[in-house]
């Protein structure tokens, strides 16, 4: 279990209580079913969020209710009877005219909670924006609420880099259960530490480590306030929506669903399958020429962001993506791509995390009560049983209690890299798809044939690619994923590299979508400075490609993202089936298959087997008539296709002894600044007397109390490889795949046990292995089939189609298919 310190839980904490609906005049009698029911003759479109409007007002439908209590509002609406439709709901202070709270999903199902105080008068709206729905049903609620914790600002939080130059000490990392940032390299990981529990815990650890933020409560209040000085100070921005400031949930629903209502042929807003545990609705658009087809052939390009709750901008540059494709359409600069592609953009997974996130009091203190940086969903029946009461927005169990999404989709779940306690920050979950949020990924992957997906997170301005574990080894595609991953970064800066090279994850999107379906997966990790910094840099000058941003004059996300548009609408990015069919028969291609997880480690250390996952792929074309081309992902999914090598052409060089030089050099912290250390040189010999796979170089003495580090410098002088751990007696370093040369090995004496008696190192050696050859597996079958305007079955046929093939399937939907069809 993560230790915590848990500051004031200012105007939240325990649930002491729940009131009805209560109206204006508190001492009428309680309400009743009818004072219930929300009315409107007619729909209006407009933003129920912008202001309280005088009763009467067309389309709109209001009451006055009055808290009892300080703690929070709950209001919600439900349909009404008949035909559903789109209701809104806004929550107003009546004396300031202030929101409170909102909810603009695209049914009449909403959620709109905040912290209210006692006595305080609010105006709650229900507002029809379209449909044939004439009433609603509203609910609102009031929840007491008892202050916990000590007062804020009694614990600082802070921002270190901790050193982890192997992967023993990546590994030692997350076994502290201590809140990582995807910000890191392959020697250490910025790491947030919420206060002093969290110092000792580190510190007891022995790893290594230096201040990047001494104060990140400081840093946070100073972004908040940024903000909105950058907000105040113009009217708009080069964004394509021209947004100044970070949205809030409400925001992005009802900018999404404005999209679809203003361009009805190019934009369609839906709902995800599955409403989130505390009952939102997820929403997402869908952008491609006669959209309402949405089982064309084209290939789907899919952006999504808000996996953990407190990471705003990647919500942003997804809604902001969905604003470039549609301006660019109009102005034709990307309406070819758009044209041969379908894009679906989901901004927030997380809608509940998220939701808390951004209407929480901004303390920035990072304890278990500061809601604003609460990473995960809202799942609460994982917590200890004294835990799990109340509403995700205030309980005893704070921002602690959830799931990490990004954790619980069933590529690799179960091993390194995700918690198994229910207070880590990446706690997995209690099994694979335990969660709504990755339920309706998996639906909306599985579906869609989706070919091209790009996950949005932050921060390190990283472009991620498969695999999140490096025991499990590149695909045979990886010239192919790091090609594109490596344009992408180009764009934005960012630095491309395998997931692992972060630090090992597992259930994560990227991982589980690309080795199940063959779909190319990335995840972004956006910009260098926090979890959502100030606005202008980590959105307006990250998607644009400007000043500070490193995707500065390259183009940034902006950039990055219509590479992957181009990728997707490239056919020798996927699969491509062809053939003939009558108008209106339906195609699906089908196939089901198991996967095991990673053997599951248990909180104890041990591990279980691993848990065999069903997995269901099948998408559908509807035939246009007579000839059809249909976008699909490569039959053979990476899992079984085999992984990527090369095989040998020479034996491994044999192993060299480092000589240790006579004497010992001085204590030595300040390594590169101050050059003082050993230094060994060797050669690494190459073709054709030697194909050397990787070297490790290594070192060992006598006490983990001194510590040696280790560098290798190629002839240039450039750190090709280093290992600086700290608690150990011994350091390795690896270079893979190491080019032929001179090298140095630099011993650096950091620190000694007892100076007096100084602990030299021994055993200094360079060992060479082989390449790891290439592995191929099975190759994996659609069974396709044809279905007339009635549903009946009249074709079916297995066909396997590689990436970059188009295989032709023939007149599979008439009674002569199996004889005639042709498969290339």
Not at 273 to 297: F, K, L, M, Q
Not at 620 to 628: I, M, N, V, W
Request: proline share 7%; with cysteine.
């Amino acid at each position: 279990m993560r230790s915590r310190s848990a500051p004031a839980l200012l105007r939240a904490g325990l649930a002491l209580g729940v009131t009805g609906l209560a109206l204006s005049a508190l001492t009428a009698p309680a309400a009743t079913a009818q004072d219930r029911v929300l009315r409107a003759d007619r729909a209006v479109t407009r933003a129920c969020f912008d202001s309280p409007l005088p009763a009467r007002t067309p389309g709109v439908d209001r009451r006055e209710v009055t808290s009892g209590v300080d703690g929070l509002v709950q209001a919600r609406l439900s349909p009404g009877t008949g035909a559903e439709g789109d209701w809104d709901l806004a929550v107003f202070d009546k004396a300031t005219g202030a929101v409170v709270a909102a909810s603009s999903a695209l049914r009449s199902r909403e959620l709109a909670e905040s912290f209210v105080t006692k006595g305080q008068v609010l105006v709650v709206q229900g507002c029809r924006h379209t449909g044939p729905a004439k009433s609603a049903v509203l609910g609102v609620d009031f929840l007491a609420l008892t202050p916990q914790g000590t007062p804020t600002g009694a614990e600082r939080a802070e921002v270190v880099r901790v050193n982890t130059p192997e992967q023993k000490d990546k590994t030692a990392l997350l076994g502290l259960d201590l809140d990582l940032t995807e910000k890191g390299d392959a020697t250490g990981v910025e790491v947030v530490l919420a206060g002093d529990a969290d110092r000792k815990v580190l510190r007891d650890s022995g790893l290594t480590y230096s201040t990047v933020d001494a104060d990140l409560s400081r840093t946070s209040r100073e972004h908040a306030a940024r903000d909105r000085e950058y907000a105040a100070s113009r009217a708009s921005t080069g964004l394509p929506s021209g947004r100044t400031s970070y949205r809030h949930l409400y925001e992005h629903d009802h900018e999404l669903k404005e999209l679809a209502r203003a361009n009805p042929k190019l934009v369609k807003a839906f709902t995800l399958a599955e409403p989130s545990v505390e009952g939102r609705d997820v929403v997402a658009v869908e952008i491609a020429e006669n959209v309402e087809n949405t089982h064309d052939g084209k290939p789907v390009n899919t952006v999504m962001g808000v996996h953990h709750a407190r990471e705003w901008p990647a919500a942003e540059h997804a809604t902001e993506w969905a604003y470039e494709l549609v301006n660019g359409y109009k102005d034709k600069s990307l309406k070819s791509l758009v044209a041969k592609t379908r894009n679906v953009i989901v901004p927030i997974v997380n809608v509940d995390g998220f939701s808390i996130s951004r209407e929480a009091e901004p303390k920035g203190d990072f304890s278990r009560f500061d809601y604003e940086m609460k990473r995960k969903n809202c799942r609460a029946s994982d917590s200890p049983p004294a835990l799990g009461t109340g509403v995700c927005k205030a309980n005893p169990g704070g921002s602690a209690r959830g799931t990490d999404p990004n954790r619980n989709y069933a590529g690799f779940w179960g091993g390194a890299g995700a918690s198994t306690s229910w207070s880590g920050e990446t706690y997995r979950g209690s099994a694979p798809f335990s969660e709504p949020e990755t339920r309706n990924i998996r639906k909306l992957v599985s579906e869609r044939a989706v070919t091209n997906l790009i996950t949005l997170h932050t921060y390190g301005n990283l472009v991620l690619r498969p695999p999140g574990v490096a025991d499990v080894r590149a695909p045979l595609e990886e010239p192919v994923v790091k090609a594109l991953g490596d344009r992408m970064a180009s764009r934005n800066g960012y630095e491309s590299i395998p997931s692992w090279g972060l630090y090992d994850t597992t259930g994560t999107t990227d991982d589980w979508s690309y080795w199940t379906t063959g779909g190319f997966g990335f995840t972004f990790e956006i910009n260098p400075a926090g979890f959502h910094p100030a606005y202008e840099n980590a959105v307006v000058a990250e998607y644009l490609g400007t000043a500070p941003a490193a995707g500065e004059g390259k183009g940034g996300n902006r950039a990055a993202f219509l590479d992957m548009l181009a990728n997707a609408a490239d056919p020798a990015a996927h699969g491509t089936l062809t053939g003939t069919a009558p108008k209106g028969y339906e195609l699906k291609a089908r196939k089901t298959f198991q996967t095991p997880t990673s053997p599951v480690r248990q909180p104890d250390g041990t591990t279980t087997p691993p848990i065999m996952v069903t997995e269901t792929l099948e998408s559908r074309h509807t035939a246009p008539g007579g000839r059809f081309s249909w976008s699909v992902n490569p039959s053979t999914r990476p899992y079984v296709a085999g992984r990527y090598g090369r095989e040998p052409q020479a034996p491994p060089q044999s192993t060299i002894t480092l000589v240790n030089p006579p004497g010992v050099p001085g204590e030595n912290p300040s390594f590169p600044g101050d050059g003082t250390a050993e230094v060994i040189p060797f050669t690494v010999s190459g073709l054709p007397s030697a194909d050397n796979g990787r070297f490790d170089v290594s070192v060992s003495w006598g006490s983990a109390a001194t510590d040696w580090d280790l560098f290798v410098l190629n002839a240039a002088g450039e750190t090709v490889a280093q290992s600086a751990a700290g608690g150990t007696n011994s350091e390795r370093a690896t270079l893979v795949d190491p080019p032929a040369g001179e090298y140095r090995a630099v011993l650096v004496n950091y620190s000694q046990a007892d100076p007096a008696n100084p602990d030299d190192w021994t055993a200094g050696k360079v060992e060479f292995a082989s390449p790891v050859p290439p592995t191929y597996g099975v190759k994996e079958a659609y069974t396709v089939t044809c279905a007339d305007k009635r549903g009946r079955l009249v074709g079916v046929t297995d066909v396997f189609v590689d990436r970059g093939q188009s295989v032709d399937v023939g007149a599979l939907c008439t009674d002569s298919a199996r004889a005639t069809k042709q498969r290339r």
